[in-house]
């Protein structure tokens, strides 16, 4: 298996993407509201979705206790793309949140095998 994803640490923020909202070890449900579809262009209406929020633990350790062996883990500063408010490409193909730039990780990588 290879998992590309967002890191948690960004799910912490509000729809701002400006300060902390949310726990790292949030249980609960969080709200947001997109203005923008995925490729940035705008939508009609607002639109509002929810999600939850893992920690790496919790995800290192449901792979575990599902036989699987980690491989690999990555995490990286940035993303490929421009895809949450408040972020500027800080060099070609690389964007980071405005005033977060390199102290925060945005996407994080694994790859893990089946021991079964």
């Given at each position: 298996?290879?998992?590309?994803?967002?890191?948690?640490?960004?799910?912490?923020?509000?729809?701002?993407?400006?300060?902390?909202?949310?726990?790292?070890?949030?249980?609960?449900?969080?709200?947001?509201?997109?203005?923008?579809?995925?490729?940035?262009?705008?939508?009609?209406?607002?639109?509002?979705?929810?999600c939850?929020?893992?920690?790496?633990?919790?995800?290192?350790?449901?792979?575990?206790?599902?036989?699987?062996?980690?491989?690999?883990?990555?995490?990286?500063?940035?993303?490929?793309?421009?895809?949450?408010?408040?972020?500027?490409?800080?060099?070609?193909?690389?964007?980071?949140?405005?005033?977060?730039?390199?102290?925060?990780?945005?996407?994080?990588?694994l790859?893990?095998?089946?021991?079964?």
């Amino acid at each position: 298996m290879f998992f590309v994803e967002f890191h948690p640490v960004i799910y912490m923020m509000d729809d701002s993407f400006n300060h902390f909202t949310y726990s790292y070890f949030n249980k609960g449900k969080m709200l947001f509201t997109d203005h923008s579809s995925y490729d940035g262009s705008p939508l009609r209406e607002p639109q509002e979705y929810t999600c939850w929020n893992h920690s790496l633990s919790d995800i290192f350790q449901n792979l575990i206790l599902t036989g699987m062996t980690i491989d690999y883990f990555q995490e990286y500063d940035y993303s490929p793309y421009s895809c949450f408010p408040n972020m500027t490409e800080v060099e070609k193909g690389k964007f980071m949140f405005k005033g977060f730039e390199e102290k925060l990780p945005v996407v994080m990588a694994l790859s893990a095998t089946s021991n079964i």
